[in-house]
Nanobody
Framework: QVQLVESGGGLVQPGGSLRLSCAAHGSLFNINTMGWYRQAPGGQRELVATITKRGPANYGSSVQGRFTISRNNARNTVWLQMNSLKPEDAAVYYC?????????????????WGRGTQVTVSS
């Protein structure tokens, strides 16, 4: 069974930093793109950042220059370093991964989501 397990959310003051992590668990053959999305109350889920297996990253315009995504392929883990946090960054942050895994009759490819981790930015 594939699981994405997130950690690192919490409460931080404006201007502060947080680091989120997400580890993929299961019978995994390959993980392609990993990324982070967020959803604020009443809002739609939006892209924060993604990173391919070989490293090119893509960022949402609202976080460009403040957030950095990185990953360790051997550890099936992706991180999101968030600096200069603003109140509008407050949201539930979700990890996402496109991966190939083993189940029953052979390999399967699909996208998976974590359960989310809350980030609150408030003084």
């Amino acid at each position: 069974q594939v699981q994405l397990v997130e950690s690192g959310g919490g409460l931080v003051q404006p201007g502060g930093s947080l680091r989120l992590s997400c580890a993929a668990h299961g019978s995994l053959f390959n993980i392609n793109t990993m990324g982070w999305y967020r959803q604020a109350p009443g809002g739609q889920r939006e892209l924060v950042a993604t990173i391919t297996k070989r490293g090119p990253a893509n960022y949402g315009s609202s976080v460009q220059g403040r957030f950095t995504i990185s990953r360790n392929n051997a550890r099936n883990t992706v991180w999101l370093q968030m600096n200069s946090l603003k109140p509008e960054d407050a949201a539930v942050y979700y990890c996402n991964a496109d991966l190939t895994y083993s189940e029953g009759d052979g390999p399967h490819s699909d996208g998976f989501w974590g359960r989310g981790t809350q980030v609150t930015v408030s003084s």
